[in-house]
């Protein structure tokens, strides 16, 4: 069996076990499935055991699960409870991170290199987070909220930073294209929202349970369409996605709750049950272990950029914490705000195709991303977890018997 044949064989299989390692050490121990996911990626990855190989098919069913991943974060987000102060706040914050970030940066990489670094430390993996908030149901409560308008601004505007700074065009163009694409882009959502909805909605339940599934192929066309017109700009790709997500909620908007969430359970499937595991487990495969291991000095700067990430988007974040939350509140805050991966893994790749950042620096970010995403979440809703429980027994038991 050649290396191609072997990664679309055992990326299924690891697809499948990752969940159940989660549910096997939950009771011990809550830890998201893209921590075992990125985990047994490098496993067996050509960094250890070698039996999945860098390919070209499984590269492209990798970008095409890290476009669904900001597809999906776009539709869960709810733009009328974020927009106004929340939204302000959000972007505040994530201009003081990137500042700060680009000050690391400097210390690290000449040029434009200490603009990769930056974008990569004030972004936050809303995609990441918004499966951990659906499954603790915290997507509609403050809290939720509050990380969702700080993970929309941390992934939203530095793809922004991304297609300005980073674009084969020179800034002041790039900006100009990208204006173009904002223009086009709000047209489609001002268009979705005046647009009605009522026979593109029975058309969707009308194909609910026929081969012709129009519902999916629909979002499959948005997304393509959206994320084709930011290619041909030039612009990043994932920018196309997220719009594409946004479009798709408002769209759905409208449509009665039984056809919504029939449809809804079937891009979550695609999404979470086929495309996504593979962009992470692929993350896993090409992470490079080696150049990450070659120097000490190189090893030891994954720890620095995991404290980066918590001090630069964790401080950011306490901008949009609503007055008067408790210390333990603003802590939960800011750990979901440090978690970062898909930006850092797309950002830093440019940087390294570009020859702007050096691969082992790469790697080390990539590196703490990946330990963020395992770390903060985790803590993060422990707290949240203990401090709802003690909110219950304060509720539910008499003062007197605490």
Do not use: C
């Amino acid at each position: 069996m050649d290396a191609i044949d072997a990664g679309l064989v055992l990326i299924p299989l690891l697809a499948v076990a990752a969940p159940l390692l989660a549910r096997g050490i939950r009771p011990v121990l809550r830890v998201p499935i893209i921590v075992f996911e990125l985990v047994l990626g490098i496993l067996v990855g050509p960094a250890m055991l070698g039996w999945v190989q860098e390919s070209v098919v499984l590269e492209k069913l990798s970008d095409f699960g890290l476009a669904m991943l900001f597809f999906m974060a776009g539709t869960e987000i709810n733009f009328r409870a974020i927009t106004g102060k929340p939204l302000v706040r959000a972007s505040l914050g994530w201009v003081l991170g990137l500042a700060l970030g680009i000050g690391v940066g400097f210390l690290l990489a000449p040029d434009e290199g200490m603009v990769v670094i930056g974008i990569a430390l004030s972004s936050t993996a809303l995609g990441t987070l918004m499966p951990i908030l659906r499954d603790a149901r915290e997507l509609d409560t403050p809290f939720g909220r509050t990380v969702t308008a700080i993970g929309a601004i941390g992934e939203f505007l530095p793809l922004i930073a991304i297609s300005i700074f980073l674009s084969t065009r020179k800034a002041p163009l790039a900006a100009v294209i990208l204006l173009a694409f904002v223009v086009v882009a709000v047209i489609v959502i001002v268009v979705a929202q005046r647009t009605p909805y009522g026979r593109l909605h029975a058309f969707v339940r009308a194909t609910q349970h026929t081969s012709a599934q129009f519902g999916v192929r629909f979002v499959l066309m948005l997304i393509a369409a959206l994320v084709g017109l930011s290619v041909i700009l030039d612009l990043d790709m994932l920018l196309g996605a997220f719009v594409a997500g946004g479009v798709w909620r408002i769209v759905m908007a409208g449509a009665p709750a039984p056809d919504a969430a029939a449809i809804e359970s079937k891009i979550e499937a695609i999404a979470f049950g086929f495309l996504i595991p593979i962009f992470f487990l692929y993350t896993g495969v090409t992470f490079d272990l080696e150049s990450l291991t070659a120097e000490p000095s190189t090893i030891a700067l994954v720890p620095l950029f995991l404290v980066a990430l918590l001090v630069i988007r964790g401080m950011a974040a306490q901008l949009s914490v609503v007055k008067g939350a408790g210390m333990r509140e603003r802590t939960t805050v800011g750990l979901m705000a440090a978690t970062g991966l898909p930006i850092i893994v797309a950002v830093t790749a440019i940087g390294v195709d570009e020859k702007i950042l050096a691969p082992a620096i790469a790697s080390a970010l990539v590196g703490a991303g990946m330990l963020s995403v395992l770390i903060y979440p985790l803590i993060a809703m422990t707290l949240r977890g203990e401090r709802e429980r003690l909110d219950a027994v304060e509720r539910d038991v008499p003062q007197g018997e605490l």
